[in-house]
C-alpha cells in the first residue's frame, strides 16, 4: 500500500516536470516565430526600399536618355553654328580684302609709307582705327565692312548662347551621373543587407521547425494520455492576424504538409497537395477564415467530416477530417466563428485539419491568403 503511494507520488512528479518542460519550449517556440516574423517583416521593408531605389534608378535613367538625345541635338546646332561663323568670317574677310585692294589702287600715286603702314594692320580694328584719317575711303566699302562685322558679332553672339545650353547640359548629366551612382550604392548595401536578413532568418526558420517537432512529439505524448474531447457545441469566435482569411486553426502545433508536391504520406492520398494540413490535437477548435454562407456541411467519404464554406467571388474553403461540426448547410458564418474541431475521420494518419483553398474551383495555396 505505501509503496503503491510512492509510486504514484513519483510519476506525479514526473508529470510536473513533463508540464513543466512543454511550458519553457513553448515559450521559446513562441519566441523563435516572433523573431521569424520580425524578420520577415525587415526583409519586406528592405524588399520594398530596395525597390522604390531599382524605381528611382528607372527614372534616372530615362532623364539621361532624354539628356542625351538634347545634348545630340544640341551639338548638331553648334556644328551647323560653327559653319554659319565661318561663312560669315569668310564673306567678312572677302570684304576686307577686296577694300584694302580698292584703297591700294587709289593711292598708288600717294603716300605708299602711309598706305604701307595701313596695309600692315593685324586686325580689322587695328586698320580701321588707321583708316579714319583716310578722307576718301569708301563709304560703301565701310558700310558693307560694318555689315559683315555685325553678322560676324551676331553669330559669334548665338553660338556662345548655344555653347553655354551644351556646358549646362553636360552640367545636368554629370549629376545625374554621380546620382545614379549613389542610389546604384543604396541599391547594393539593400541588397546585402536582404541576404544577411535571409540568413538570419533560414538560421532562425531552421531553429523553429526543430522546436515545432519538439512541441509536437510533446502534444502527443499528452493527447496519448489525456482522457479525450469534451463536445461543446461550438466556442467563441477567434480573428488572428490581418489577412483575407483569420487562420482556421491557431492553436494547431506544426504543419505537417504544405500545399503542392509531397510524398505520398499514406496509402491514397494524393502525391499534389491541395490543401494545408495543420496538425492538432483532437478537440482544437476550428474557425472559418472569412465569412460566408456553409454549403456542405457533413461526412464525405476520404475527406471524414468535411465543411466547406463560400464566400463568394469564386473563392471557397474546405475543412476535412473534422472530429466535431457545429454548423449546418445554408447557414452564414462569420469570419473567425467556431464552426466545427480538429480529428482524424476519414482517410488520415492522425488528427489534424485539412485546410484547402480554391478560386474558380482549382484548388490555390491557403498561405496567400493569410
Ligand atoms: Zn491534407
Given amino acids: ?79 551647323a553654328k560653327e559653319e554659319e561663323l565661318v561663312q560669315a568670317k569668310v564673306e567678312e574677310n572677302n570684304q576686307y580684302e577686296d577694300m584694302k585692294k580698292r584703297i591700294k589702287y587709289m593711292y598708288e600715286n600717294g603716300n605708299v609709307q602711309f598706305i604701307e603702314i595701313l596695309l600692315e594692320s593685324q586686325t580689322i580694328a587695328d586698320f ?96 496519448e494520455s489525456s482522457s479525450g474531447y469534451v463536445p461543446n457545441g461550438g466556442g467563441g469566435s477567434v480573428i488572428t492576424g490581418n489577412g483575407t482569411f483569420t487562420h482556421p486553426c491557431p492553436g494547431y502545433t506544426y504543419i505537417s504538409s504544405y500545399f503542392g508536391y509531397r510524398e505520398q504520406p499514406i496509402p491514397g492520398a494524393s502525391t499534389n497537395h491541395k490543401g494545408m494540413d495543420f496538425a492538432a490535437g483532437t478537440g482544437t477548435p476550428i474557425y472559418a477564415a472569412a465569412s460566408g454562407t456553409v454549403v456542405f456541411a457533413a461526412y464525405s467519404g476520404n475527406a471524414g467530416n468535411m465543411i466547406t464554406i463560400n464566400h463568394g467571388n469564386g473563392l471557397t474553403t ?25 480529428g482524424s475521420t476519414g482517410n488520415s494518419s492522425g488528427p489534424h485539419l485539412h485546410f484547402q483553398v480554391e478560386q474558380g474551383g482549382v484548388p490555390v495555396n491557403p498561405q496567400n491568403y493569410f
Fill in 1 to 79: 500500500m505505501i509503496r503503491t503511494k510512492r509510486i504514484m507520488s513519483l510519476a506525479l512528479t514526473c508529470t510536473m516536470c513533463l508540464g513543466l518542460g512543454i511550458q519553457a519550449d513553448a515559450s521559446e517556440l513562441n519566441e523563435t516565430r516572433e523573431k521569424a516574423s520580425q524578420l520577415q517583416n525587415q526583409k519586406k521593408a528592405a524588399e520594398d526600399e530596395k525597390a522604390s531605389l531599382a524605381a528611382q534608378l528607372e527614372s534616372i535613367a530615362a532623364d539621361m536618355e532624354e539628356i542625351q538625345k538634347n545634348i545630340e541635338a544640341k551639338e548638331e546646332e553648334l556644328t
Fill in 128 to 223: 580701321l582705327n588707321k583708316a579714319e584719317y583716310i578722307s576718301t575711303i569708301s563709304e560703301y566699302d565701310r558700310d558693307m565692312l560694318d555689315e559683315f562685322q555685325a553678322v560676324v558679332e551676331d553669330v559669334e553672339q548665338q553660338e556662345a548662347e548655344i555653347q553655354k545650353e551644351y556646358d549646362e547640359m553636360g552640367d545636368m548629366q554629370d549629376e545625374l551621373i554621380s546620382k545614379q551612382e549613389e542610389v546604384s550604392t543604396l541599391v547594393s548595401e539593400k541588397e546585402a543587407q536582404i541576404s544577411e536578413l535571409d540568413s538570419q532568418l533560414g538560421d532562425t526558420n531552421a531553429k523553429l521547425a526543430e522546436l515545432e517537432e519538439a512541441a509536437a512529439a510533446a502534444q502527443r505524448k499528452q493527447s
Fill in 318 to 342: 474546405t475543412y476535412m477530417h473534422c472530429n466535431q461540426i457545429f454548423v449546418s448547410s445554408g447557414q452564414s458564418v462569420g469570419k473567425g466563428q467556431n464552426i466545427a474541431t480538429v
